[in-house]
Structure formats: structure tokens, C-alpha cells
């Protein structure tokens, strides 16, 4: 039967049932117990379409327990009245209307159901910082619980960090890209999207899109119109798509926060036949609000983490050099996204005499004040270097200038200064002498090759943290070949929750025992040489290989 068909056989069977009937769950029974007639409520109650149920007996869409309770087509019981009463007769035949009645307990169930479902969404959206995992979270959240597909698009700018929309202008003259950040389906493969995630998401202009982009309100469409007077004759790949996986019920819900829109979120039906209603859109959004609170959270913090890592950029060195007397190399590698950019840094300064001094160190905390801190140290250090102090007069004189700038902040309502507790190693290079003269201020120990490739974690007194007004140094003079490797590093390195501290700086010291090899290689070989390719923490490797003109 075709959908005017049945259309019009519902008009018919229908006929002497009371006018509201049509917007009520009702069904009209002919004599010999069949349905006759089948209402777009009783669609929605029972999950069936008119086509599936006319001319079935009414008994089949009973639970066989004797009782008069209908059940759902996918085999549960309803907690549902059913009440029959007897049509005017025509051409001398009985009829009846079946007439459904959901009861009040019912009704509560439902309500209590669906706060559950808010209940154990809020654990299991914006489980991270990640808005492309925050957005396929709902998706997959969503199906089969609300919808059989979901999309969940977002803003270019949101994925990036940059800047949310405040809302479409009604004169916009062309859509703002939007990427896919996710995606689900109850079929394999989501036959129904034309996009993966990642990838840039084409938006109609004129369409329930735009409409629900620009006013900032959801759309539903119970009946999605499939013709091409509608919006789709503009995205005919869309429209494709739908008619081919038989998408038959659509909700479109802007997903925003603090009055701006980070995207939008997508509902469709195609294998459940109830379309979809006004409750429907309630819960979805509910659900796209609690996740466009932690999607605004996790944008807010990929733009400070962009910012902060921008800014730890700018501050470190864009060129090492270590002059005639040593070969430099270096990495950087901040910490992920669920943690955040952190306050390591790394510098090469020459020295008089052809000495060079060699620093790597770490401040504690993440974020911009860490970064900023960094840079303030960092520009502290290089002060004290120019003076040519040695390394213990060099650290205790940035112990009490950390503390003054600390207490400086301190006096300045809202400022805090994230250097104290930092820590620090030294290292002066002395060519003539062959001779490294290290301190520490609570930093891990430097690891030496020998030219033949023995590796050594160089034992030296750890001292305390920069800052903290305790400061008794100490050093430590290693007379090493021409060809050897000096290597410092910071704890993301070498520091993983699965072993002690010792196992990765053992790791360390062997990916760097390669004597002959570049120091760009050995410098991959240290990065690969960790436990786990994620970093809760920033990681830095400073290389120095020392010789005439660098050259082992």
C-alpha cells in the first residue's frame, strides 16, 4: 500500500469514529476483529505504522498474558488503558474504536526513565577535555536511546579554539564551516552520513540548518518532507542519502552556551517507525545542553592551552647554538590536552672563553601562569649568566631573586608568581679544560656517553627547588673526551605511573648510547624510547656532543 493509500484507507476507517480520534492513539476494529484504522498517536504508543498493522487482528498487538494490555512492537508490555467502544454501524457492520490510554503511572515511569537517562548522561558526556570526543560522546549516547542516527557538528572555530559563533545573522551571506566531531548509527558503517569525522560538513543555506543556526531554537519534523519542493533540492547528495536509508522523522537542536552557538546537533529515525514528538525534543534538549556545557568548558580550555602553549613557544629558543665547542639538539614536547602546557624550558648561552652553559628546567603547574612563569625565569637565568657566575652562585642568586618576584606578586592584589619550586640544572662547558661543572636545584641528573658509547646517569647533589629560600647548592666537575654526549632532560620524559622514575632514565641513558649517530636521530630515539606516546606532563631533551667544531 503506498503512503496515499494508506492515507486515505485511514480517512475511511475512521469514518463515525469521534473527530478527535485522529490526534488521539486509537485504532478501529472491523468485525471479524481486524484493524481497520490506525492513528498517528497510536504510531507513536506502540511503534507501529499503519501499514504494518492494517489488517492484522487486533489480538496480535496484545501481550498474551490474557489481559488486556497492549505491548510495544519490539515485545514489551505497555502500562497502557485500552478502552473499546462501538462505532456507528455501517452497511450493517459492527465496528469498534480501541481507544489507548496511557496511565498516570505510566505517565510518572516515563518521567522517571528519562531523569535516569539525563542522570547517567552526565557521566558519560564530557568525560574530557577534548571537544571532538565530547561531541561523538553524545552521538553515541543518543543511539538507540533517542534516535537511530545522531551527527553532532561543530563550528570550525570551536575545534580550533578560536572564537565561537554569537548566532547567524539573518543577512549572513554564507555559512560558517562546520566540522564533523560526531557521528553514530544503529547500522554498520553509518550508511547515512557523507562525512567521517574531522571532516568539514557541507551546510544548505536556506534550509532547517541555517534556520535553527540563526534563531538559536530547535526544528522538528515529525514527517520529514522528502519532496523537492523542500529545502533539499539544493543538497541533492542529502537528499539521496535520506530517501536511500529511509530517514522518515528529523530534530535539529543548536548546541550553545552563554548565548553563543558551538554547533548543532542532529536526530533522525530510519528503522524505528514512531516519529518523532514534542517530548522527544525535550529530551534531546536536555541532552545537547549538558553537552554544550562541557563542550564549552573543553573549547575554553583548547583556547587557553593554544594560548599558553603560543606563548611557552615564543619564550623558549628558535635557534641553539653552542658555538665551536659544541653540537646542539633539542626537543619539546607539551603536555596533551587533558593536562595542559606546563613550564618546561631549555636555553644554550655562550659564555666568555668559549665556554657555553647549558640549562634545562621545570616549573611547577600547567597553563599560561606556568608558561609566563617560565619566561620570567628564563629571562632571570640569562641575566645571571651574562654576570659569568658559577653554577652554585648562579642557582642561590636565582633562589632569592624567584623569592623577591614571588613576594613582589604577592603584594599585588590577583597576581601570583608560579615560579617557586621550580626546578633547575646548570651545566658550564669548559673546552680548554674538557671539563663540565654542574648544579642542580631538585633536577633530575644529567646523562653522559662516552665517546664509545657508555652511558652514565651522572650522580650530582639534587638540592632544593628554586624559590623556596633554602637554597644550598652544590656541584659537581666531570672532566669528559672530546665526542662525549651531555644530555638533560625534564621528568615527562622519563616518569610514567607504571614504574619508578629509575627504569626510564635507564631507558634513557640507552637510547642515547648510539655514539655515531646525528643528534637529530638520537634526539627521535629518546622520544620513541618512552612507555606511552600520551604525556600528562611537558617533555624536554637538551643534547650537547662536545669536540672541535662540534665534530666528535
Known amino acids: 500500500m503506498s503512503t496515499d493509500e494508506g492515507a486515505a484507507a485511514h480517512q475511511e476507517a475512521l469514518w463515525g469514529a469521534p473527530a478527535e480520534t485522529e490526534g488521539a492513539a486509537a485504532a478501529v476494529i472491523d468485525a471479524d476483529g481486524t484493524v481497520a484504522g490506525w492513528t498517528r498517536g497510536a504510531g507513536r504508543l506502540l511503534g507501529y ?21 497492549p505491548r510495544h512492537r519490539r515485545g514489551h508490555r505497555l502500562e497502557v488503558g485500552l478502552r473499546i467502544s462501538r462505532l456507528a454501524a455501517r452497511d450493517g457492520a459492527p465496528r469498534w474504536l480501541a481507544s489507548f490510554d496511557p496511565r498516570p503511572d505510566a505517565r510518572r515511569r516515563l518521567a522517571s526513565e528519562r531523569l535516569a537517562l539525563l542522570s547517567e548522561a552526565s557521566t558519560r558526556i564530557g568525560t574530557t577535555l577534548d571537544v571532538m570526543q565530547t561531541g561523538q560522546e553524545l552521538a553515541d549516547f543518543a543511539v538507540p536511546r533517542l ?13 580550533l579554539g578560536a572564537e565561537p559563533l554569537v548566532r547567524l545573522g539573518m543577512d ?22 557523507l562525512w567521517d569525522r574531522g571532516q568539514p560538513v557541507f551546510v544548505p543555506p536556506a534550509s532547517p540548518f541555517t534556520q535553527v543556526l540563526t534563531s538559536g531554537k530547535s526544528f522538528i519534523e515529525p514527517m520529514l518532507r522528502k519532496s523537492l519542493g523542500t529545502w533539499l533540492r539544493c543538497d541533492p547528495e542529502r537528499t539521496r542519502v535520506i530517501r536511500t536509508t529511509d530517514m522518515h522523522t528529523v530534530m535539529m537542536v543548536p548546541i550553545q552556551a ?61 635557534r641553539l647554538s653552542g658555538g665551536p665547542a659544541l653540537e646542539v639538539g633539542s626537543r619539546y614536547l607539551p603536555a596533551d590536552l587533558d593536562h595542559g602546557v606546563g613550564g618546561d624550558w631549555y636555553d644554550v648561552m655562550a659564555l666568555p672563553r668559549d665556554r657555553v652553559a647549558l640549562v634545562v628546567g621545570d616549573v611547577v603547574g600547567h597553563g599560561i601562569q606556568a608558561a609566563a612563569a617560565m619566561g620570567r625565569l628564563r629571562t632571570a637565568l640569562r641575566t ?47 673546552p680548554a679544560e674538557r671539563i663540565i661543572d654542574i648544579a642542580g636545584a631538585g633536577h633530575l641528573p644529567p646523562v653522559v656517553v662516552s665517546p664509545d658509547g657508555e652511558a652514565t646517569v651522572t650522580r650530582i647533589p639534587s638540592g632544593v627547588p628554586i624559590g623556596l629560600g633554602l637554597g644550598h647548592f652544590e656541584s659537581v666537575r666531570i672532566e669528559i673526551p672530546d665526542g662525549s654526549l651531555i644530555a638533560l632532560y625534564t621528568d615527562g620524559l622519563v616518569e610514567f605511573p607504571t614504574e619508578d622514575i629509575e627504569s626510564g632514565i635507564r631507558r634513557l641513558a640507552a637510547a642515547l648510547a648510539r655514539p655515531g649517530l646525528p643528534l637529530e636521530e638520537l634526539c627521535d630515539r629518546a622520544v620513541a624510547a618512552r612507555r606511552t606516546p600520551s604525556l600528562s606532563d611537558d617533555a624536554t631533551l637538551l643534547l650537547a656532543r662536545t669536540g672541535p667544531s662540534g665534530a666528535p
Do not use: K, W
Open 147 to 159: 534516535a537511530d542516527y545522531v551527527t553532532v557538528d561543530l563550528a570550525e572555530s570551536v575545534s
Open 49 to 69: 505504522a499503519a501499514e504494518e498493522v492494517l489488517g492484522r487482528p487486533f489480538a496480535d498487538l496484545l501481550a498474551p498474558t490474557g489481559a488486556a494490555r
Open 384 to 430: 645571571l649568566a651574562d654576570m659569568d657566575l658559577p653554577p652554585v652562585e648562579l642557582l642561590t642568586r636565582l633562589d632569592r631573586t624567584v623569592g623577591r618576584l614571588a613576594q613582589e606578586d604577592a603584594d599585588s592584589p590577583g597576581a601570583t608568581f608560579a615560579g617557586v619550586g621550580a626546578t633547575c640544572l646548570y651545566v658550564v662547558y669548559d
Open 258 to 318: 552563554r548565548g553563543v552557538v558551538l554547533g548543532i546537533a542532529v536526530f533522525v529515525r530510519t528503522d524505528n517507525p514512531a516519529p518523532f514528538e514534542q517530548d522527544d525534543l525535550v529530551l534531546a534538549e536536555e541532552l545537547v545542553d549538558r553537552a554544550a556545557l562541557s563542550l564549552d568548558n573543553a573549547h575554553r580550555y583548547t583556547r587557553e592551552h593554544i594560548a599558553a602553549l603560543a606563548l611557552q613557544r615564543n619564550l623558549l629558543p628558535s
Open 172 to 193: 549572513a551571506g554564507r555559512v560558517p564551516a562546520f566540522r564533523r566531531a560526531g557521528v553514530a548509527s544503529i547500522h554498520e558503517g553509518i550508511p547515512e552520513s
